[in-house]
């Protein structure tokens, strides 16, 4: 676990009203993927009262539960304070659930699904390699028009245009996911002679500004296909998607 600064300006709305307003967030890393952030108590526009509940971290400490109060409305679970952690800067600090606001805000760029790691980057770059997916020995996408997302901690994605998919080999899936990054992804499971692989491959319809790169596009994942570059097969990573 790690804290530090964050220089941006965090703001967090619900029903219309800034409830957070800091300019004195802070980053803790909870989890390796992503940081979370915690604010001054002072730069909590509303009421925060215990409910009994604790939330237990081994490297935080207990945490104090508390009910968000804001115009006669209570948001149950909404924020916790490790009051005798061992980390004495989280002291005085309060965290608040991602979903208790409707909206947040890095300087005045909303922000979605969770904080964006100032360690993360994602570059889009169009590429006129010879990229190639097969599932089960069928070719379900080939291209030399394809576009690379790099994102930190995570292998090369391939990003074909639709015209070089055999789109009447996928099948959309009521699956979703979000990223703050890239947006909100839409799903296909590729069928192959009988044999359906669920939620295979993914895009973006209308991606954040810094994935513009990769709208309307499909991506396949490298961890479950056999894909070519130029001829040559490569080797499959290992991540939490294997």
């Known amino acids: 676990m790690r804290v530090e600064p964050n220089p941006k300006w965090i703001r967090g709305t619900r029903k219309g009203r800034t409830v957070i307003d800091s300019r004195r967030a802070r980053f803790v890393w909870e989890v390796p993927y992503y940081p979370a952030w915690y604010f001054p108590i002072d730069d909590v526009h509303a009421k925060l009262e215990e409910n009994g509940e604790i939330l237990r971290s081994p490297s935080r400490g207990s945490g104090t539960r508390y009910d968000l109060i804001l115009e006669g409305e209570v948001i149950a679970d909404a924020a916790w304070r490790h009051l005798d952690s061992p980390v004495e800067e989280l002291r005085g600090l309060v965290r608040v659930e991602w979903d208790a606001m409707d909206a947040w805000f890095e300087e005045d760029i909303e922000v979605f699904v969770h904080p964006r790691s100032p360690e993360t980057r994602v570059d889009v770059l169009p590429s006129s390699r010879h990229?190639?997916?097969v599932v089960d020995g069928e070719t379900v996408a080939d291209s030399v028009?394809?576009?690379?997302?790099?994102?930190t901690?995570?292998?090369?994605?391939?990003?074909f245009p639709k015209p070089d998919v055999r789109m009447d080999l996928l099948t959309p899936t009521e699956t979703s996911t979000g990223c703050p990054y890239k947006g909100w992804a839409d799903y296909w499971s590729v069928t192959v002679d009988d044999t359906t692989h669920d939620d295979l491959a993914w895009g973006y319809r209308t991606p954040l500004?810094?994935?513009l790169g990769i709208a309307g596009m499909v991506c396949f994942y490298n961890e479950k296909v056999d894909i070519e570059i130029d001829?040559?097969?490569?080797?499959?990573?290992r991540t939490k998607f294997s």
């Open 153 to 159: 901690g995570l292998p090369p994605r391939y990003y």
């Open 231 to 237: 001829g040559q097969l490569l080797e499959r990573p």
């Open 209 to 211: 500004p810094e994935s």
């Open 131 to 133: 990229i190639r997916v």
């Open 145 to 151: 028009k394809s576009s690379i997302l790099y994102e």
